[in-house]
């Protein structure tokens, strides 16, 4: 291999170009790779969250983000037989004036305490407890501690309301780190929204067909909208595949940037070499040693092309994070299967970039290339 790489060396720039174009293609595919991973996490997350769970808003308001609900739809619920519980959901903007945010929203999540345990797990908790009993308490989000640098026991204003934060939860990339999460009483008061909700989460009973309980819920009651787990999972997988077709983009990028740059280096590289070529195969070298030669040649070139583009990937990832962080958003995820599927992938591209110069130079005359 040392001797490969001293050959791959002898043309230093026509290398360093080489290896310049493939880490082009490479440093494409980690960047919209990361991103896709970041939303394919995301997706499980939220499926995850809303596995078996019915989600009741206002009518068409769901997918549009607002819409209000009176709490005693809370009570028709529940007297759904199918259903074993339902919780109401009071959600709001942090800052009033804010209208628009770049990734999640800063919002302000009304729930009762009882309720918590339900709709977040243990596992986010990093610090203290969640709400409990009903008084002026909040937990908050990760992102959210993080940019106004909350810390346990300290007190946030929410409107003309002070609460004292009692726990700050797990950094999960997903909603949950841009929430305040305060007892429904105490939110419905700080945003004068007194007996109203903007949702309400569904818990079915065991072994219930959750297209007929929707049937039954919207028979019963009018004005609402339910979005089920089969809906929410679709939404996600279309968002989804628009990112998986954009990686699969960067993949036929690196690809054609690759197997041009190693192909015209070793033709090249061939060309340059046609007496060495002739002479050994004057002296014995088999057509199998001047292949292997080229292809592992071909192989120097990907892995050098793969990590400079890698680390190229992966400095600009870091940097347009730390350039985003104010803004609470997370776009990238770097995963173990991102790099190992990337390095199988290059090396992939420079076996087969490598085979037909390869071929080429194992069918060389001698007598000719030493002619020359």
């Not at 074993?84 to 800052?95: D, E, G, H, Y």
């Not at 003309?160 to 305060?182: C, P, Y």
């Not at 290059?346 to 000719?368: E, F, H, T, V, W």
Request: charged residues 20%.
């Amino acid at each position: 291999m040392l001797e490969t790489i001293q050959q791959v060396l002898r043309k230093k720039f026509r290398t360093f170009l080489s290896i310049l174009g493939i880490s082009i293609g490479v440093f494409a595919l980690i960047v919209m790779g990361a991103m896709s991973e970041h939303f394919n996490i995301l997706s499980r997350h939220f499926e995850e969250n809303f596995k078996n769970k019915l989600f009741v808003c206002e009518k068409i308001s769901f997918w549009s983000g607002g819409g209000i609900l009176a709490q005693n739809k809370v009570k028709l619920l529940k007297n759904i037989p199918e259903i074993l519980k339902a919780v109401p959901i009071l959600i709001s903007r942090f800052r009033e004036n804010q209208i628009l945010s770049l990734g999640f929203p800063e919002v302000i999540v009304g729930i009762n305490p009882k309720d918590m345990p339900l709709i977040y797990s243990q596992n986010f908790l990093l610090k203290g407890k969640f709400l409990e009993g009903n008084s002026p308490q909040a937990v908050i989000g990760w992102d959210l501690a993080d940019r106004y640098k909350i810390k346990l026991n300290d007190t946030i204003k929410i409107r003309n309301s002070f609460f004292q934060i009692i726990g700050i939860l797990e950094k999960t990339s997903a909603l949950e780190d841009r929430q305040v999460i305060i007892p429904l009483y105490f939110a419905q008061k700080a945003l004068s929204r007194e007996n109203l909700i903007t949702s309400i989460i569904v818990f079915p009973q065991d072994n219930i067909n959750l297209e007929q309980l929707v049937f039954k819920i919207k028979k019963n009651i009018l004005g609402i909208s339910i979005i089920t787990p089969r809906e929410f999972k679709d939404q996600i997988n279309q968002n989804l595949n628009i990112w998986n077709i954009i990686t699969l983009g960067a993949a036929i990028l690196s690809a054609i940037t690759g197997i041009l740059c190693i192909m015209i280096n070793l033709f090249i590289t061939i060309n340059d070499r046609l007496p060495e070529i002739g002479l050994r195969k004057a002296i014995g070298a088999t057509s199998w040693n001047i292949i292997e030669e080229y292809l592992l040649e071909a192989l120097v070139l990907s892995i050098g092309g793969w990590i400079l583009g890698l680390f190229s990937g992966l400095i600009f990832i870091k940097l347009f994070d730390f350039y985003i962080k104010n803004q609470g958003v997370s776009l990238f995820s770097i995963t173990h299967r991102l790099i190992i599927l990337s390095f199988f992938w290059i090396i992939c591209l420079g076996i087969m970039s490598g085979i037909y110069p390869a071929y080429q130079a194992s069918n060389i005359d001698p007598a000719r290339a030493m002619r020359r």
